[in-house]
């Protein structure tokens, strides 16, 4: 069964910076965009960023732009979101998923999610 796992979530203080990585198991992230989406309790989902698997074009959240870098390495079959000058209203759960090829906005194009991991941002 294809799935995602996500690491690297944790508690960091503001300012601070984490890296997520998104592993897929069961099949390559080759031919698939991956994007990065969050929830915070009482919040809708939103997505914060995603690459695509064609010419690994990049897109972010205006709220995370020039603080996240979302990266893959095909050869290590991950993607990453570097997450850099942290804010409180970063926190969230944090999930990762995978579309065909490229970053749909529709969100039900991203057919394969991840379980999720929590980042906090507090002092």
């Known amino acids: 069964q294809s799935q995602l796992v996500e690491s690297g979530g944790g508690l960091v203080q503001p300012g601070g910076s984490l890296r997520l990585s998104c592993t897929p198991s069961?099949?390559?992230?080759?031919?698939?965009?991956i994007g990065w989406f969050r929830q915070a309790p009482g919040k809708e989902r939103e997505r914060v960023s995603c690459?695509?698997?064609?010419?690994?074009?990049?897109y972010y959240l205006d709220s995370v732009k020039g603080r996240f870098t979302i990266s893959r390495d095909n050869a290590k079959n991950t993607v990453f979101l570097q997450m850099n000058s942290t804010k409180p209203e970063d926190s969230a759960v944090y999930y990762c998923?995978?579309?065909?090829?490229?970053?749909?906005?529709?969100?039900?194009?991203?057919?394969?999610w991840g379980q999720g991991t929590q980042v906090t941002v507090s002092s």
């Open positions: 998923a995978a579309a065909a090829y490229v970053c749909y906005f529709d969100t039900s194009r991203f057919h394969i």
């Open positions: 069961g099949f390559t992230l080759e031919h698939y965009a």
């Open positions: 690459i695509d698997s064609t010419d690994g074009g990049t």
